[in-house]
């Protein structure tokens, strides 16, 4: 029997809306890309002439996109406050929806979702891309099979990385949180959503702290410029952007700097002097926490911490498990993930074993990619649910408020 082929449509040709059709594109027996709206010319131009699109299916402007459906699948893939806006649009013209994470920083949008996904009968999945990727998988199957009991306590960290965080947090688009999301929703609705599914249960009270300590105009040495191009100390600095997107670091955002996403020095030297992305990390007008820690105590009696720093050498997170018969370790970097069951030796499994032949985000991004597919056709789950993605949003919306209540314990309400 013939594969069925879903025609996809794509709001927000950047990194991430990328990131997925760039995998689809590899399968042209499931999808086929047809259309794309992006406000930023270029971007949206780059995508038509990257995947050969017809010219009357590539908009610009929102409003005349959402004329009418264009395809089977609406990929959403804006900024964080826009994705109900143009999911609850799709639902309406009748698409079935992938959309970014966060769904938004607000509840009620989260509900409003919600409440469209059930009128309009589409199915919606969040790119909470991890729980696609092997070795988080793997970890779940571990816990789910008993082999250290019953889990006691799961003790997180999400090891942001200096370099990241002065990208995406300092400097780039997820610095204001006004504009954006807090940190807590921003990077860690992931850690949250990851944290809920193992603990099997509905998060009951939640507390957090966390601050802005170091990326501030009171850390700004003596001397230093407000864009480092300026700057005496552009060849020293830690932070220095002219080193970090330099030839000398090459840190994997560079292509964000450059306009049609393919990375070129010389667009670069000119963001550098010109955009947000050359400013001091000391100067900027980022508001984003730097170090944020959450507890969490779960209905079942599940308990939970998660740490968030910028302040790592390398990235990614490391999770472990204790439980009443063993013990579990993830450690995302160093790519293992260790069993200990209490008197037993040690088990270890190379995580690299494990995901082979998919990309991004240890293989996430392509699985999320044929999950979709799967619950597309009506054959297998996609994993995970609308309703799942948003437990875990109230969990970081909570968070948050602890953190301005200065970590008071909040009731999470469901
Ligand atoms: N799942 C993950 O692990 C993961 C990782 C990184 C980012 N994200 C999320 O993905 C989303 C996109 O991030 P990105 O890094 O691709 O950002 P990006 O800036 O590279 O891409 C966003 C695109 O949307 C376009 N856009 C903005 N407003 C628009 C509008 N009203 N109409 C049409 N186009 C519009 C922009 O021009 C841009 O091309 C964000 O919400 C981010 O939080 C998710």
Not at 26 to 37: G, I, Q, S, Y
Not at 235 to 246: E, F, I, Q, W
Not at 275 to 300: K, L, W
Request: glycine residues 8%; proline residues 2%; hydrophobic residues 35%.
């Amino acid at each position: 029997m013939e594969n069925k082929i879903f025609t996809v449509a794509v709001i927000g040709a950047g990194a991430r809306g990328l990131t997925y059709t760039k995998y689809m594109a590899e399968k042209p027996d499931k999808f086929k890309l047809v259309a794309v709206c992006d406000c930023d010319r270029i971007h949206a131009d780059h995508y038509a002439e990257t995947y050969g699109l017809d010219k009357s299916l590539v908009f610009y402007d929102e409003d005349e996109f959402f004329e009418k459906k264009h395809a089977d699948l609406l990929i959403v893939s804006t900024q964080d406050q826009d994705h109900v806006r143009h999911a609850v649009k799709g639902l309406a013209l009748g698409y079935d929806i992938l959309t970014e994470k966060p769904i938004s920083d607000d509840p009620e949008e989260c509900r409003k979702l919600l409440e469209a996904q059930k009128k309009y009968k589409k199915k919606v999945l969040v790119c909470h891309v991890l729980r696609y990727a092997p070795a988080f998988r793997k970890v779940k199957e571990l816990l789910d099979s008993g082999v250290i009991g019953d889990i006691v306590m799961i003790d997180s960290i999400e090891q942001v990385r200096y370099y990241h965080h002065a990208h995406s947090y300092v400097r780039g688009n997820w610095r204001d949180t006004k504009k954006s999301s807090p940190m807590i929703i921003a990077k860690c609705c992931h850690d949250l959503d990851l944290i809920q599914w193992y603990a099997g249960s509905k998060c009951d009270t939640i507390s957090s702290i966390g601050d802005l300590r170091f990326f501030n105009r009171a850390h700004q040495p003596e001397g230093a410029a407000d864009r480092c191009v300026d700057c005496k100390f552009k060849d020293t600095c830690t932070y220095s952007a002219v080193r970090l997107y330099g030839p000398e670091f090459k840190i994997p955002f560079r292509r964000h700097l450059c306009k049609d996403l393919t990375v070129n020095q010389e667009e670069i030297d000119e963001a550098l002097r010109t955009t947000q992305y050359g400013v001091c990390v000391f100067a900027s007008d980022n508001n984003a926490v730097d170090n944020q820690i959450t507890m969490m105590r779960f209905e079942n009696g599940i308990t939970a911490n998660l740490r968030m720093t910028a302040f790592t050498a390398g990235g990614g997170r490391i999770m472990k498990f204790y439980g009443t018969h063993g013990e579990i370790v993830l450690d995302e970097k160093e790519r293992f993930i260790s069993i200990s069951p209490f008197g037993e030796p040690e088990e270890r499994i190379n995580t690299k074993d494990l995901t082979e032949g998919g990309y991004g985000h240890g293989g996430g991004d392509s699985r999320l990619v044929e999950a979709l597919y799967g619950e597309l056709i009506g054959e297998g789950s996609a994993g995970t649910t609308l309703a799942a993605s948003i437990e875990s949003h109230l969990m970081g919306f909570a968070a948050e408020q602890s953190r301005l209540e200065g970590g008071a314990v909040q009731k999470i309400v469901h």
